[in-house]
Structure formats: C-alpha cells, structure tokens
C-alpha cells in the first residue's frame, strides 16, 4: 500500500511540467524525469553490475506521462536516425512482444501489414506465435523486429534462423538485446533454471541467456550481417539523459543476407 502510494508520488511529481527538462519522444509530454525499474542501477544484481551489463537504463526508465520504456525511446530515434519509417512505407513488418506505445507511433508509418505476435499475446490484435515455429512463408517479411526478446527465447539459434527464413533477402531484423561488453562468449547454463538464479546471473525473472561479444558471430551463423551502430555514432546530439535513453545501447540492426536454401 504504502509501496503503491509512493509510486503514485513519485510519477505525479516526475509528470510536474515546471522545469521539465527532459522530453519523451513518443508522447511528446515534457516531464521533470523518467522513473527508475524497480530500485534502478544500484540495486541491479551484483553479476550484472561486475560484468557492466548493457541493456534498459535503470535509472532513466518509465515515462510518467505514457509509460514507455527507455527501449522504444531509444529504437524509436535510432529508426528515424537511419531512415528506416521511410522504408517502412508499403512494407510488411513482424513485430514480436509489441510494446504499446512503439505500436501506437508504428501505427502512422504507412506499414501495408503490422503482424504483431507473442508467444503469449496480452492484447487482440497480437496473435499467437512460436519464434521458433512461426507457420509463415518464406521470404515473406521486410522488417522484423524483437525488442529485448531475443534473451527470453530457450533455443535463440533456430529462433534465429526462423526468423531470417521468413525475411526477405536485404530485408531487416532489429534485434535489441541485453548483452555484456565484458563477457567474451555468451553464458547459458541448463543448470539455471529457478527465478532468483536467473535474475542473479542473467538480470531478470525470466531471463535464459546473457549474450557476450560474440553475438554477432550467433546472429552471422544464423544468416544476419550486422548494420549495428553506436549511440555516441548515430545520436551524437541526443543528450541521453534528457530523453531517457541508454547511451550505451547499441542499435542492433541486422540484414538478411542472400540464402538460396530457401529463396
Ligand atoms: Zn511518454
């Protein structure tokens, strides 16, 4: 109760418009600050905090006023950054886990088809939908895209080359992830398997894996060239924390390359 309350305080006092700084980018609302997830940064697990784990941003997470993530803020600007609303026009898109307010703007990119699956759909316009088995034809899609789903998928190599099944060749997969800088090859263990081991060792509940940095050669043995970019290269003017991004995200973008095993 007392939890809720302050929660509520909180937000109506991060939505006050007096001296608000900072902006959210899919809403428009100016707001004094973004909330935090759960106790943010400092209250991360030990793991992910040793291994300087790269994924939301904690500290800058929820807008008060629509309650998007850091995570559609920042694609939603890195996809303007590279022009990719305007490619979207006329094209076909599967999005996996849509988030509300990134499909609410999607709404207006002129998109001929939005397929929005879950493998669990929360709303009735997601339909239901295996990654590992999607039942859709071959060379069907021009953009897919799966934020922060990749690392809650049991087997992400057949997800993987499900998905460059159903791309067409050139067509584009937006993959953002967690990852670690640090780790040199991603970690799974089939030991890990209750809620508390893998908050601590993977960062959240329902976790599977914490991909390392050879998750571009996993994605590349999967048919995808990486078209991944920095924020520092891509959003150099976008102060991060005044649109409540992670600086250190990158955007990870990748193509579909030409496979004649299923043209
Ligand atoms: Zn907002």
């Not at 994924?55 to 997470?61: A, Y």
């Amino acid at each position: 109760m007392i939890g809720a309350l302050t929660w509520k305080l909180r937000r109506a006092y991060a939505r006050l418009p007096i001296g608000a700084a900072c902006r959210c980018c899919l809403c428009g609302a100016r707001v004094r600050r973004f909330l935090p997830y759960r106790g943010g940064w400092r209250a991360a697990p030990a793991a992910m905090r040793a291994l300087r784990v790269i994924g939301s941003d904690l500290d800058h997470f929820a807008c008060p006023r629509c309650g998007c993530h850091d995570r559609e803020r920042h694609l939603w600007l890195y996809m303007n950054k590279y022009g990719l609303l305007e490619r979207m026009r006329g094209a076909v898109l599967l999005h996996f886990a849509p988030e509300l307010a990134l499909t609410t703007v999607l709404a207006h990119a002129g998109l001929s088809r939005h397929v929005m699956a879950d493998l669990y759909p929360s709303r009735p316009e997601i339909v239901q939908m295996d990654m590992l088995s999607t039942g859709l034809a071959n060379s069907s899609f021009d953009f897919v895209m799966a934020n922060h789903v990749m690392e809650h998928v049991d087997d992400d190599m057949t997800a993987l080359r499900e998905l460059r099944r159903v791309l067409k060749p050139g067509g584009l997969a937006i993959l953002q992830t967690p990852y670690s800088d640090v780790l040199e090859r991603t970690f799974a263990d089939p030991g890990i398997r209750t809620p508390e081991q893998r908050l601590e060792l993977y960062g959240q509940e329902d976790h599977v894996r914490l991909y390392g940095r050879d998750i571009f050669d996993r994605f590349a043995s999967a048919g995808f060239a990486s078209r991944a970019a920095r924020h520092a290269d891509a959003l150099p003017d976008v102060e991060a924390p005044k649109f409540g991004v992670n600086p250190s995200e990158p955007f990870f973008l990748f193509e579909a390359i030409e496979n004649r095993s299923f043209k």
